[in-house]
């Protein structure tokens, strides 16, 4: 039986304790406007060699042993098998960038792959400003949008 797949998006470090998460991966206060793909991985199928956005990396990803695999440079994306399931770190602002078409392309590709298979239910945490709903309303993604916010 397969896992569930956590997906944490866009944490803002130092302020975001990363202490409780595998393999002491951790944050750092570093930003760029671009990223490149580092390997290839379902997440990044469709999406140029080099994405250029304007603060695409927020807080890029630092330390970390070997069991998180680095999806991108500078290290913004990365997956790591934890028990039946995954973790997946995205310190890409894909909810602020989502009209950009490699945002859009990764946004679907991570919601997809966090779906893939599992027959259990889905729970999405918004921040509460309001964006990921938006997002993924605006991609015609409202299945994840929970019942409440798609009133909004």
């Not at 956005?53 to 934890?82: F, Q, Y």
Request: charge should be negative; charged fraction near 25%.
């Amino acid at each position: 039986a397969a896992g569930q797949t956590l997906v944490l998006f866009d944490q803002d470090y130092p302020a975001f304790d990363s202490s409780w998460l595998p393999g002491g991966v951790k944050g750092s206060d570093d930003d760029f406007n671009e990223f490149r793909l580092a390997v290839k991985h379902p997440l990044l199928e469709g999406l140029p060699p080099v994405v250029r956005v304007t603060k695409i990396v927020n807080d890029a990803l630092s330390g970390g042993d070997a069991a998180w695999l680095r999806l991108t440079e500078p290290w913004g994306l990365s997956v790591r098998k934890h028990g039946q399931g995954e973790i997946i770190l995205c310190q890409l602002r894909l909810e602020e960038t989502w009209e950009q078409p490699a945002s859009a392309r990764l946004l679907r590709n991570l919601l997809a792959y966090a779906r893939r298979g599992s027959r259990l239910p889905m729970l999405m945490l918004d921040e509460g400003n309001g964006e990921v709903p938006a997002a993924l309303s605006a991609l015609g993604l409202e299945e994840w949008v929970g019942a409440e916010e798609a009133g909004r």
